[in-house]
């Protein structure tokens, strides 16, 4: 208990203390919390779906029809209609064969891995890949190989010092704390001509970019051989709760088979994935939320840099503040909420040391008085908290 103790007094000193606020009411660009509203650019909602009327209808009929409660894992009794046909639905909008729901991003990625590879074989990771990935590749067994962000040239060095066994890659498609998109045409073809396997997590492109939302993935790897495996969440941009796998027939039935995040635990809510349903639907006729949450992040990028603010290159609603030490982005961040702006710091060990930075999340919900308010409480305090950490 005292190593306890004093592990958590040296996070606090050492600025990298996380705390939970807890919203008194529905998730939207403005929230409560403890009495007092917020402008928020926190949320992955990036649609502006988690409060939609349509989606809450939905749940209420999903209740009504199925229950609360799933009861059991898929595999007992626990796999609904609800499901299966979330599950084909999801398979036909992304053009895999199969999918294959789960209970979260992070078991679903830890499911595809140990099921996959083991001791022997090598799993080549981007750098800056989501903890999911990372967790997956160590709890399998196999050799986690780590590349430089995005660079092809580390890919094909590190996997040409690797000898026998099964490999596979994995990539975030859309870096969660960057922005950025990975080069999945160069991958896929690199994965190709080593048989490898290709696993990319798009939980922040899914719902976001390509043609109808179908994701950064598909829309790069539209003709997607057997050894792509396609894993993404619904509790982004669809706004619900869960994740998916798509791939094969094979790779499916595999994963049904031998993958221990899928066959050990409860399925799901069947009302969550009936309401999943609508917002998959919601996705497809949502080009002009697509559109509008494009251009405002075309507009907050031109904002902020005529006020000088150093954002990362990113085109996607993820947009990254660079700060630098992790004392200056708490003080940022803290400076923002005092404005009412509600804006995370993200600190080591999510990013690198000394790369501590403001999150900006941009939603379809947002407006451009919003964003225009966000560039002023920036404006003033940005400079104030960089200077005090020096």
Same mark, same amino acid.
């Given at each position: 208990?005292?190593n306890?103790?004093a592990?958590l007094?040296?996070?606090?000193?050492?600025q990298?203390?996380?705390?939970?606020?807890?919203?008194?009411?529905?998730?939207?660009?403005? #929230?409560?919390?403890?009495?007092?509203?917020?402008?928020?650019?926190?949320?992955n909602?990036?649609l502006?779906?988690?409060?939609?009327?349509?989606?809450?209808?939905?749940?209420k009929?999903? =209740?009504?029809?199925?229950?609360?409660?799933?009861?059991? =894992?898929?595999?007992?009794?626990?796999?609904?209609?609800?499901h299966?046909a979330?599950?084909?639905?999801?398979?036909?909008?992304?053009g895999?064969?199969r999918?294959?729901?789960?209970? $979260?991003g992070?078991?679903?990625?830890?499911? #595809?891995?140990?099921?996959?590879?083991?001791?022997?074989?090598?799993?080549?990771e981007?750098r800056?890949?989501?903890?999911?990935?990372?967790? +997956?590749?160590l709890?399998?067994?196999?050799?986690?190989?780590r590349?430089?962000?995005?660079?092809m040239?580390?890919l094909h060095r590190?996997? +040409?010092?690797?000898?026998?066994?099964?490999?596979l890659?994995?990539?975030?498609?859309?870096?969660?704390?960057?922005?950025?998109?990975?080069?999945?045409?160069?991958?896929?073809?690199?994965?190709?001509?080593v048989?490898?396997?290709?696993l990319?997590?798009?939980a922040?492109?899914?719902?976001?970019?390509?043609?109808?939302g179908?994701?950064?993935?598909?829309?790069?790897?539209?003709d997607?051989?057997?050894?792509?495996?396609?894993?993404?969440?619904?509790?982004?941009?669809l706004?619900?709760?869960?994740?998916? #796998?798509?791939?094969?027939?094979?790779?499916?039935?595999?994963?049904?088979q031998q993958?221990?995040?899928?066959?050990y $635990?409860?399925?799901?809510?069947?009302?969550?994935?009936?309401a $999943? *349903?609508?917002?998959?639907?919601?996705? *497809?006729?949502?080009?002009?939320?697509?559109?509008?949450?494009?251009?405002?992040?075309?507009?907050?990028?031109?904002g =902020?840099a005529?006020?000088?603010?150093?954002?990362m290159?990113?085109?996607?609603?993820i947009?990254?503040?660079? #700060?630098?030490?992790?004392?200056?982005?708490?003080?940022?961040?803290?400076?923002?909420?005092?404005?009412?702006?509600?804006?995370?710091?993200?600190?080591?060990?999510?990013?690198?040391?000394?790369?501590?930075?403001?999150?900006?999340?941009?939603?379809?919900?947002?407006? *451009?008085?919003?964003?225009d308010r966000?560039?002023?409480?920036?404006?003033?305090?940005?400079?104030?908290?960089?200077?005090?950490?020096?």
């Amino acid at each position: 208990m005292q190593n306890l103790a004093a592990a958590l007094s040296e996070r606090k000193q050492q600025q990298l203390y996380r705390t939970r606020q807890t919203l008194d009411g529905p998730q939207d660009v403005i #929230v409560r919390i403890d009495g007092r509203e917020y402008l928020s650019f926190c949320s992955n909602d990036y649609l502006g779906l988690a409060n939609h009327p349509r989606l809450i209808e939905a749940f209420k009929q999903g =209740a009504g029809r199925f229950g609360v409660g799933s009861g059991a =894992a898929h595999l007992i009794t626990g796999h609904s209609y609800a499901h299966q046909a979330l599950e084909e639905e999801l398979a036909e909008f992304v053009g895999r064969p199969r999918a294959l729901l789960f209970s $979260t991003g992070y078991m679903a990625n830890l499911g #595809v891995v140990s099921a996959l590879m083991g001791r022997g074989d090598s799993v080549f990771e981007d750098r800056l890949n989501h903890a999911s990935l990372i967790d +997956a590749a160590l709890l399998s067994g196999a050799s986690l190989i780590r590349y430089a962000h995005a660079d092809m040239e580390s890919l094909h060095r590190k996997m +040409a010092q690797t000898g026998a066994g099964k490999r596979l890659i994995a990539s975030d498609g859309v870096f969660s704390m960057d922005g950025d998109c990975a080069p999945l045409v160069d991958l896929a073809g690199l994965a190709a001509s080593v048989d490898a396997w290709l696993l990319i997590d798009d939980a922040h492109g899914f719902g976001v970019l390509g043609k109808h939302g179908c994701g950064w993935c598909v829309d790069q790897l539209s003709d997607a051989p057997d050894n792509s495996i396609l894993m993404a969440t619904l509790g982004k941009a669809l706004g619900t709760f869960g994740a998916f #796998v798509a791939g094969s027939d094979e790779l499916i039935e595999t994963l049904i088979q031998q993958a221990r995040t899928f066959i050990y $635990t409860t399925a799901p809510p069947p009302a969550l994935a009936w309401a $999943t *349903r609508t917002a998959l639907q919601l996705v *497809r006729e949502g080009e002009d939320l697509r559109e509008k949450l494009n251009e405002l992040v075309r507009y907050f990028r031109s904002g =902020a840099a005529e006020l000088g603010l150093p954002l990362m290159p990113s085109a996607t609603p993820i947009q990254p503040l660079l #700060v630098g030490a992790a004392a200056a982005a708490l003080e940022l961040s803290e400076a923002l909420r005092e404005q009412g702006v509600l804006v995370t710091a993200i600190r080591p060990p999510t990013v690198a040391k000394g790369a501590a930075r403001l999150r900006i999340t941009l939603s379809a919900r947002h407006q *451009r008085l919003q964003l225009d308010r966000l560039l002023e409480a920036l404006a003033s305090c940005y400079g104030k908290a960089s200077c005090a950490a020096r």
